[in-house]
């Protein structure tokens, strides 16, 4: 796999760890908290995985910037997206530690309080990073 690859492999990272996200509530909103725990850490291994994907596309010294293409009203729309997932990303990287670390240290009174915010941010996360990803090389890629 080459490094230009990597974008595509972090879209389908980001849609994996969505779809886990989404079945590991359904799973605990059922009360079956075997299989809710397998999503999350599921959820969390493909996050680690897109993580280190990211890093390793965006530090190669081989690749310039990617600009994006569209022009008119998609552009602040692009832009929003673009923002609100940065900063996000950046959020929820300790919201997640702290709502593993209380679920694994069976705190879960706790887990619930910082989950009912840590799920719909991390999924606001891998579902925009899926449409950043669409927009910068899909739907308007570079000529």
């Keep these: 796999m080459s490094i230009s690859q990597l974008p595509a492999l972090n879209a389908v990272l980001n849609s994996i760890s969505a779809i886990l996200l989404i079945t590991g509530y359904f799973y605990i909103r059922q009360k079956n908290i075997k299989a809710h725990r397998a999503c999350m850490i599921s959820a969390f291994v493909t996050s680690t995985l897109f993580l280190i994907s990211y890093l390793t ?5 081989d690749l310039g910037p990617t600009r994006f293409q569209g022009v008119g009203i998609v ?3 692009y832009f929003f ?3 609100t997932h940065t900063v996000l990303a950046v959020v929820i990287v300790p919201m997640v530690f702290v709502t593993f670390s209380r679920a694994l240290k069976e705190r879960f009174d706790r887990h ?5 915010w840590t799920l719909p941010i991390w999924l606001y996360v891998s579902v925009t990073g899926v449409i950043v990803y669409l927009m910068l090389y899909q739907i308007y890629p570079a000529k």
């Design 112 to 116: 619930r309080k910082i989950a009912r």
């Design 75 to 77: 552009r602040p729309v």
């Design 57 to 61: 596309y965006h530090f190669s010294k």
């Design 81 to 83: 997206i673009l923002i």
